[in-house]
């Protein structure tokens, strides 16, 4: 196999979303010719103007598939003639909220309707985006980091649909390459709490707390962590994930190594945005209230769960294997906070 990106085919699903685009861009920017999987080629333009945002006109080095993670329509044009796949495209369906059906289903059998499509066209290797949700949500306690090693366990009690669904559809992904598909390479990129710039003003779930924050409609600050990393070094560890021989196989967790809680994300907005950050609140909610709080407000709860849980994550893996050098976790909080001011969000 050729190592020169100009002769090499990846197709990336989902390339209208904060890591899809971002992926995208770094792809692009290597010299890689790229496919992306869009649900309707109506959206063709949004993502030209993504990657534009990025300093980059693709020309003819990008081209587009319409289908959908929950149909087996056009997967086998997607993936024809690619050398690799980064499955970036969440197959989770936010509307179904708790409901195991309308989120567990759709992620389990869209991640594998992409390896069964890769494993027939004869991919190489694909990269799959799964999520910290499938390491760090059971079988550790105190400040003991996850690592690579560790699971979530799906059967745990009080874990959320949505973290549950994400261990589900890793395993599944393992468990098919195992037994269905012996000679197809993989690899999954772990992330914790994505942050960064955003290309577009459509922004991540992420930049919501950002947004609460900014807008003063978080009036004061649970005591909850989150361990956090930038886009695009989430996008970064992708493409090393995608190319190394030593990544076949294996998972990476993709974090910068630090913990913020909410109240230090809250002073650093206040610190280093000036006006901007007038409505930041500056109290800090007790433990107390907080849980007393989720009994009435169901929003609460997942928040009331994680008070005195802090998810130290270990990087250490990409680092020593891949030679991967994330930025700190308060340059991604910034660029998050100074995209939502700029698209006036």
Request: a positive charge; glycine letters at 10%; charged letters at 20%.
């Amino acid at each position: 196999m050729t190592n020169d990106p100009t002769q090499l085919e990846v197709l990336v699903t989902g390339g209208t979303g904060f890591v899809g685009g971002h992926c995208l861009l770094q792809l692009l920017q290597a010299g890689y010719r790229v496919r992306t999987t869009v649900r309707s080629l109506a959206r063709r333009e949004e993502v030209l103007a993504l990657l534009r945002e990025g300093g980059i006109d693709p020309g003819e080095r990008l081209t587009f598939v319409e289908t959908d993670l929950g149909q087996d329509r056009n997967w086998s044009e997607a993936v024809a003639g690619c050398t690799f796949v980064l499955h970036v495209a969440s197959p989770i369906s936010l509307a179904g909220g708790q409901n195991e059906e309308n989120t567990i289903r759709p992620a389990v059998d869209g991640t594998l309707r992409v390896l069964r499509a890769a494993r027939d066209a004869g991919v190489k290797r694909v990269v799959v985006t799964s999520s910290f949700a499938a390491v760090g949500y059971s079988g550790k306690s105190g400040r003991e980091p996850f690592t690579e090693e560790d699971w979530t366990d799906p059967s745990v009690g009080g874990l959320s649909v949505y973290v549950r669904s994400k261990a589900i559809a890793e395993k599944a992904a393992w468990d098919f390459v195992r037994a269905e598909a012996p000679g197809l390479e993989l690899t999954t990129v772990n992330p914790t709490a994505i942050f960064g710039p955003s290309l577009g003003p459509d922004i991540s779930s992420a930049f919501e707390i950002l947004q609460g924050l900014l807008e003063g409609r978080i009036k004061a600050c649970p005591r909850i962590d989150l361990s956090v990393v930038d886009v695009r070094d989430v996008a970064d560890l992708h493409l090393r994930a995608m190319t190394a021989p030593a990544a076949a196989g294996q998972r990476f967790l993709a974090t910068s190594g630090e913990v913020l809680s909410l109240p230090a994300i809250a002073a650093l907005l206040r610190a280093r945005l000036g006006d901007a950050a007038a409505r930041v609140p500056t109290r800090a909610l007790p433990n107390l209230l907080v849980r007393v709080l989720a009994l009435f407000r169901p929003p609460l709860r997942p928040v009331a769960q994680q008070l005195g849980k802090r998810k130290e994550a270990s990087n250490a893996k990409a680092r020593q294997v891949l030679g991967w050098k994330p930025r700190g976790a308060e340059e991604a909080i910034l660029a998050s906070a100074r995209s939502l001011l700029n698209y006036g969000l």
